[in-house]
């Protein structure tokens, strides 16, 4: 019964998913491994070729040799029986072989257990050479290898030392290849090392800017050609940004400056007109609009021009939940110890005070926390009002944008605030997330990366 196409399907993702748990997560890991995986398959098929060409030609040729020598030691016995300590002498003094005979002696009735490719060629050997029944022994001394063979009416016994049975070239190239790999592999990882500096430095430089910190240096392109490509962009684009922000701050200051002269101006000729219900009424507009240029000068500012330095946020957060309880606002404060990160403190200040302004206005009890959690930095600001409805959070961020339709600024803001918290956050690296509260009403949850 065959595997329905979705079985095979699921098995195959789980495959590569397997895969990619083993595999390294770093560009150095990954880069090392395709130099390492081809330079060991390279190894193997070297080692795999040495063993079934060299090796196993080498090793048949002594094995050839020793039983040659041996059964022409056989032949020389065959011919002239009394001549057996005479032959010995000579074969032990020219071909290195230990000789004995056992008259009456018989080799037991078995087969030769041969545990390696040396016994098997050799038995091979004896097969072809010798032709007569044999036992090899190569396990009970160290230096020798046993051989038996059956004679006519006797054993004859042949010490065989391994040095003619075994090539020292094996290890000399075992240890040539395990030495050319490590010194290889210890070239390919500085040179890897060296190539992958640049990119870290570069990922360090974009993740700073992307939390809105100046870099401690100044970031020059280097490595090779395509990464100094990249950083030459990325500092293109930094200064494109950096000068943006200054025009953009640059023009909204030239704004105020225009809009407050008139706004000053009319301001004078209401109160040269004197108190009547007309001329305060008009005050109020020109107050109102005072403070909608002023909300909107500092939204589009977006606290810019601050610099990041490492201060704790725990001491920014217990002295604002402080200047609000002192205000008479029911604010329960909770920090978790000590949290020393960088950041733009004023910047911050205004954005986490934004949302406690929130949560007072639509709620009796406010709760403020702030703690670490994991790799991150999270401050939550709770209130027991009626909350956002879940379809409108994410509109609640957007400029000028208010839940009262009423636009009475009695009853709420200009409908800045959140946006200018949101910017302010992301302009850290982090972002404002709004949530039901345990409380029953209003959760905002403002993470930061440490």
Known sequence: MSAAPGQIGSAARSVRLAIKSVLPKRLFGRALMIIVIPLILLQVVSAWIFYDRHWDTVTWRLSVSVTGDIAN????LRRDPDARE????????????????????????????LSGLLETLLAAAMEERVRRPFVIDSESRDELVIIHVQLKDAVLTTAVPRSRLFSSTTYIFILWMVGTSLVLFAVASIF????????????????????????????KPEGALEIRQAAGAFNLMSERIRRQVRQRTDMLSGVSHDLRTPLTRMKLQIAMLGETPETQELSANVSEMEK????????????????????????????????????????????????????????LRRCVDNLIANASRYGTQVWLHAGRRGQAIEVLVDDNGPGIPEEEREDAFRPFYRLDRSRNPSTGGTGLGLSISRDVARTHGGDIFLEDSPHGGLRARVRLPI
């Open 73 to 76: 030691v056989i032949e020389q």
């Open 292 to 347: 909608m240029i002023q909300d909107y000068l500092t939204f589009a500012r977006g606290e810019g021009g601050e610099k990041s330095v490492e201060c704790d946020l725990g001491q920014i957060i217990s002295d604002l939940g402080a200047k609000w309880q002192a205000g008479g606002i029911a604010l329960d404060c909770h920090v978790e110890g000590k949290i020393v990160s960088w950041l733009k403190p004023n910047a």
């Open 192 to 219: 890897m090392r060296n190539q992958v500096r640049p990119i870290r430095r570069l990922a360090r430089a974009v993740e700073s800017f992307g939390k809105g910190r100046e870099p401690e240096e100044d970031f």
């Open 86 to 113: 005479e032959i010995f002498r000579a074969v032990r003094r020219n071909q290195e072989l230990d000789l004995a005979l056992y008259p009456g002696e018989i080799l037991p009735n078995q087969q030769n257990e």
